[in-house]
Structures are given as structure tokens and as C-alpha cells.
């Protein structure tokens, strides 16, 4: 019998409340790769082998060596994939992909060329895509459209815990098939994913305070765990980061530690649900030896039509609020985290 009835824990790593990834192997025997598991792109890779000499930020992670595995299959399709931070190009293979213990075999990206910013920031090695097969690039079957097939998951859900503290271990948990009531308390709301094949939701607007101030109209929300931080359209930030006092300088937001027991708590409100958010949950706390340093976890994104203009809401907000998505039912839940 399934010890875990259907679902699948993966323990994740939190480096610093802004990264947080899970260790999978691929090929036989088993190379180990740590991986954002990132609802908002859909696709696998991992640093190759034979990635080229100059690419720094390759050789400071692991590769992957398909010489090494006797269940490699060529593929060499060509592949690139871009993030709002950083783009990766290589080429397919298709191997033995096993996620906290189960064994798929995928098709997926060697990287031969990781754009050094920020890669080389990455306490990962690569992103494994939770997204939907329809924003896969080159078609690829996603890996867990993958184990979906098998059959064995009790629902065709997954469900995500990201830590608030980064002294605690675990640091986060997917969890495959199900969701983990060591990590949410209360009940769940659910939001009807806007449109079929992304994970993003309406929004009904953005509030400071007590005060409405942006997406009064209506806007969509990206639920992203491949994202640290919440993003909204530039000038909405730059406003709301004028209201709460926050300077910007070349590595974000910054206020003054001083003010931050004051600072108003940031509303989300989606699908009739109020999701706030207060300084404890979107400042991040640094003490330098030069003093603290009290950074604001959002930034201004600018995404294009017809995508944009959109918010993303990414690792501090999932951090508070535990999420999960479900394949079965085209619909986002979200709990409170513990
Ligand atoms: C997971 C892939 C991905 N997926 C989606 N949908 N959005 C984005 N932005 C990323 C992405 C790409 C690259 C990097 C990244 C994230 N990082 C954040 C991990 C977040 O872990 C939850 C780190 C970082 C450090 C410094 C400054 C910027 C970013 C390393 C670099």
C-alpha cells in the first residue's frame, strides 16, 4: 500500500525567504539536481555537460551528463526559454525524471547557455515547469501532466508550502496529489483560474491600507512560486512604494528600519477573499555590518499586451498564504500558512 495514500511530499530548501527549491534525480544512475518547481513557466531543464566554457553561471551548478546514463535517449531539439529574470538555450533529451521518488520519463532541456544575470545568483541548478501543457515550449508533455497519467495521485491537485522562516527545516513542501494540513490552518478559498491553461486569477484590486488604490477595474493575478517577489505594473508600484516611503535604488525597494513597525498592511482582493499582507510578510530584514537594511519584497514589472498589464504574486505571498492548484477543476485554493 501507498504510505502517503495518493500524495507525494518534496521537501524544499528557503535560502533566504526568496529562493526556495526541491531536490529531483534524472537518469540512471541518478544525477541530483535541486529545481524550482515553478507554476509559472512549464517546461524542465537543467545545466548540460556541455554547456559552453563561457557561460559562468553554468559551471557553478550541476549538469547534467548524458554519457553517464544508460537511459538517456537523444533527442537535440533546440530550446529556449525566457524568464522576467534571465533566459536559458539548449537543446532536448529525454531521460528517467524522479520527483520525490516517482520515476517519469520526460523529455527535457540540457542548458548549454544560462544568461549569467541572475543565474548566477541561483542557489538552484534548473526549474522544473508546473505550469499547463499549453504554455510548454516546444510541446513538451509537462512532468506532471506526466504523472497525472499514471493514475496514482488521489487527486490531480499539487500544493505548495514556502517557509517565512529561513532557520526552519524543512524549508517549504510540494506536495504532489494533495494538500498538507501541517501547513494551513482554517479553510480554503478558491478562485476559477481566468483563462484555461494558466495559473492566473482576477484580481478585483489592490488596497494600502484601508484605501483601493490600484486594479480598482479589475486586473488579472499570476500566482507564481517561480517568482521571489510580488510584481505590479511600474507606475502602481512606484506609487504605492512612494506611499509607504520606500526609496529605490539599483537592487530594489528600501525603507528605513525604523518606520517598518508602521507600515500599512497591501490587500489583494480576489474571488470575494481579502488576502493581506503586512511588513512582516513583504519586508525582508537584513542585518549588515553597516547597519540593517530593511528591503521591500516588491518590484515594477512592465509585462506587454496581451499578457500584461498583470500583478504577480510570488513567493511572500505564498509564503502567507498556502496554495493549491488544481488540474482537476481549473481552480487556485488558498489557506493560511502556518
Ligand atoms: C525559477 C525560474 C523562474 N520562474 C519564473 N516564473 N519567474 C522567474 N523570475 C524565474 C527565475 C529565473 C531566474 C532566477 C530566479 C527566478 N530567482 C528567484 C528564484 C525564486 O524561487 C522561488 C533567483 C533570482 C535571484 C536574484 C534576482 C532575481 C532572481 C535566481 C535567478
Not at 521571489?228 to 530594489?252: C, R
Request: aromatic share 12%.
Amino acid at each position: 500500500a501507498d504510505p502517503n495514500n495518493g500524495t507525494v511530499p518534496t521537501p524544499l530548501t528557503n535560502y533566504l525567504d526568496t529562493q526556495y527549491f526541491g531536490e529531483i534525480s534524472i537518469g540512471s544512475p541518478a544525477q541530483m539536481f535541486n529545481v524550482v518547481f515553478d507554476t509559472g513557466s512549464a517546461n524542465l531543464w537543467v545545466p548540460s555537460q556541455r554547456c559552453s566554457p563561457f557561460s559562468t553561471a553554468c559551471f557553478t551548478h550541476n549538469r547534467y551528463d548524458s554519457s553517464q546514463s544508460h537511459t538517456h535517449v537523444e533527442n537535440g531539439t533546440g530550446f529556449s526559454i525566457n524568464y522576467a529574470s534571465g533566459t536559458i538555450r539548449g537543446f532536448l533529451s529525454e531521460d528517467v525524471v524522479v520527483v520525490g521518488g516517482l520515476p517519469v520519463v520526460q523529455v527535457f532541456a540540457e542548458a548549454t547557455s544560462l544568461s549569467a544575470m541572475p543565474f548566477i545568483f541561483a542557489k538552484f541548478d534548473g526549474v522544473l515547469g508546473m505550469g499547463y501543457p499549453n504554455v510548454a515550449i516546444d510541446g513538451i508533455t509537462p512532468v506532471f501532466d506526466q504523472i497525472m497519467s499514471q493514475h496514482i495521485l488521489k487527486e490531480e491537485v499539487f500544493s505548495i508550502y514556502y517557509s517565512r522562516d529561513p532557520k526552519q527545516s524543512p524549508g517549504g513542501e510540494l506536495l504532489l496529489g494533495g494538500t498538507d494540513p501541517n501547513y494551513y490552518t482554517g479553510n480554503f478559498n478558491y478562485l476559477e483560474t481566468r483563462e484555461m491553461g494558466k495559473w492566473e486569477v482576477t484580481m478585483k484590486g489592490v488596497a494600502v491600507g484601508a484605501e483601493m488604490m490600484f486594479c480598482a477595474e479589475g486586473c488579472t493575478a499570476v500566482i507564481d512560486t517561480g517568482s521571489s517577489y510580488i510584481t505590479g505594473p511600474a507606475s502602481s508600484v512606484s506609487m504605492l512604494m512612494k506611499t509607504i516611503g520606500a526609496q529605490l535604488d539599483e537592487t530594489g525597494y528600501k525603507v528605513n528600519c525604523d518606520t517598518v513597525k508602521m507600515l500599512p498592511s497591501v490587500t489583494f482582493h480576489l474571488g470575494g477573499q481579502d488576502y493581506s499582507l503586512t511588513h512582516e510578510d513583504y519586508i525582508i530584514w537584513q542585518s549588515q555590518f553597516e547597519g540593517d537594511v530593511c528591503i521591500v519584497t516588491f518590484r515594477g514589472l512592465d509585462v506587454p499586451p496581451p499578457t500584461g498589464p498583470i500583478w504577480i504574486l510570488g513567493a511572500n505571498f505564498i509564503a502567507r498564504y498556502y496554495t493549491e492548484f488544481d488540474r482537476r477543476n481549473n481552480r487556485i485554493g488558498f489557506a493560511a500558512a502556518v
